[in-house]
T-cell receptor, first 115, second 115 residues
Framework: EAQVTQNPRYLITVTGKKLTVTCSQN?????MSWYRQDPGLGLRQIYY???????DKGDVPEGYKVSRKEKRNFPLILESPSPNQTSLYFC??????????????FGNGTRLTVT | AQKITQTQPGMFVQEKEAVTLDCTYD???????LFWYKQPSSGEMIFLIY??????QNATEGRYSLNFQKARKSANLVISASQLGDSAMYFC????????????FGTGTRLQVFP
């Protein structure tokens, strides 16, 4: 089944404790992206990747890191999480960044709480 | 300036009735794509329908159709014969040809279908 898989679904952590949210897609998609969703703000892009070893900042990259060593994987790293990073996170992928008609396929989301 | 606007924070509709969810956007790019996503209470993001800026006809997918008015820069989602399972958040999003790195989301409309 074609899908984007994120783990974990739920995560509660404390301020400053490094964490990684994994994301993997099995559709051979070139483009992958991370979004965070907050009430009243919709979804905002954190980072994106156009292909292996190519990553770039989105609208809200502060406090996050990503890597794209393989085409299928795009982990999100919080080196020192803070309470304002409490949010619902989505990983997404699409066939190509070059097509305006290419829909994003989303993972099921990771609900992160930082205390 | 907001690139994409959903002015209805919440909507109610009776089962079996049709409902229209509003979406307006702002772009000077002549080529772009418009998307609608559904987010049920379980949290996942489900792609519903796509409309390209050069498409001559309004997009339809089952009970979903898009009322696309290019001159007014609006792309309203019409759900016909509403079902209880349609209760969810609905997000409008678009992607410009010259900025395909990002899918820009509106803030969403919460639809409640009642019996």
């Amino acid at each position: 089944e074609a899908q984007v898989t994120q783990n974990p679904r739920y995560l509660i952590t404390v301020t400053g404790k490094k964490l990684t949210v994994t994301c993997s897609q099995n559709m051979n998609h070139e483009y992958m992206s991370w979004y965070r969703q907050d009430p009243g703000l919709g979804l905002r892009q954190i980072y994106y990747s156009m292909n292996v070893e190519v990553t770039d900042k989105g609208d809200v990259p502060e406090g996050y890191k990503v890597s794209r060593k393989e085409k299928r994987n795009f982990p999100l790293i919080l080196e020192s999480p803070s309470p304002n990073q409490t949010s619902l996170y989505f990983c997404a992928s699409s066939l190509s960044r070059g097509l305006e008609n290419s829909p994003l396929h989303f993972g099921n989301g990771t609900r992160l709480t930082v205390t | 300036a907001q690139k994409i606007t959903q002015t209805q924070p919440g909507m109610f509709v009776q089962e079996k009735e049709a409902v229209t969810l509003d979406c307006t956007y702002d772009t000077s790019d002549p080529s772009y794509g418009l998307f609608w996503y559904k987010q049920p209470s379980s949290g996942e993001m489900i792609f519903l329908i796509y409309q390209g800026s050069y498409d001559q006809q309004n997009a339809t997918e089952g009970r979903y159709s898009l009322n696309f008015q290019k001159a007014r820069k609006s792309a309203n989602l019409v759900i016909s014969a509403s079902q209880l399972g349609d209760s969810a958040m609905y997000f409008c999003a678009f992607r410009e040809r010259y900025n395909t790195d990002k899918l820009i989301f509106g803030t969403g409309t919460r639809l409640q279908v009642f019996p």
